[in-house]
């Protein structure tokens, strides 16, 4: 029974995060803005006595000093994601993504929080060649929101070692799964192919196609944060993770992989045509992350492979969005 602050937990991740910690018995406290999550992600929540939704924004230091209160630990998710919408707008993602994630170390720490888990990036790693991505070694940010992850990083480095906040973050690789939204302008990839395929539309792929991922099923995600929440291993405070797979996928293997397994709902979908467009500025080539400092330190074993994980997001995509 432990009492866990989500932010962000009405997003993607965070809405996941909810369900299984309050799965467990713990008293889980929400606090999201909606500005990118959605309410319909935690309606089935919001009568859980052992759950509770403050509705404010990161910005706001005595909304997160609120939100702070009486609790153990904090899973930080809130931020602004995407690339392209950081070159967009740098203003707004720096003032959520650093202004936002210093309040909230800032009201932790005057709490007494036990222990804060935050989202940190593989965007992190830049400009660097080196795989498979190793935490000690990052090479310079290719976009507004890679810079203001690795700031996020530093100030969780600076405030463990001067206050004796304990800190973990988790460079998460391209997580995808339940309740991804697959609309709007900065939709991740595999969702918004989803539903293109799923209504006949060509999806365009950025480049050649070459580009890979380590994609992450979401079910990985929650068990690393559960390692980091819980782990007893003083040797494991105030690290930086890897939250991946340990492997990679071709942009167009994987638009492949999605006609093959939607088309087993509707064998028209065989027959969409793949596009080709520019490369996106921003994109960082390849990414494939090493596991092995989660594997020694936390004892992270992924539950998902890659193709696993899409079967099971493409049949709850379908299930749900069709």
Known sequence: MKRILITGGAGFIGSNLCDYFISRGNKITCLDNFSTGF?????????????????????DLEICRKACENQDYVLHQAALGSVPRSINDPITSNEVNVGGFLNMLVAARDAGIQRFIYAAS??????????PKVEDVIGKPLSPYAITKYVNELYADVFSKTYGLECIGLRYFNVFGRRQNPNG??????????IQLMN????????????????TYIDNVIQMNEKAMLTDNK?????????????????????GFLKDYLSEFDPEIKNV??????????DVPHSKASIEKAVNLLGYQPSHRFADGLKEAVAWYWQNLK
């Open 122 to 131: 593989s965007s992190t790693y830049g400009d660097s060649k080196s795989l």
């Open 185 to 194: 302008a900065y939709a991740a990839v595999i969702p918004k192919f989803v």
């Open 200 to 215: 006949h539309e060509s999806p365009v792929i950025n480049g050649a196609g070459d580009y890979s991922r380590d994609f």
């Open 273 to 282: 045509e793949i596009v080709f467009g520019p490369i996106r500025a921003g």
């Open 39 to 59: 309410k319909h992600n935690i309606e089935h929540l919001l009568d859980n006595p052992n759950f509770i939704l403050i509705e404010g924004d990161i910005r």
């Open 235 to 255: 040797d494991a405070i105030n690290q930086v993770y890897n939250t991946a797979v340990g492997d990679r996928t071709t942009i167009k293997d994987m638009a």
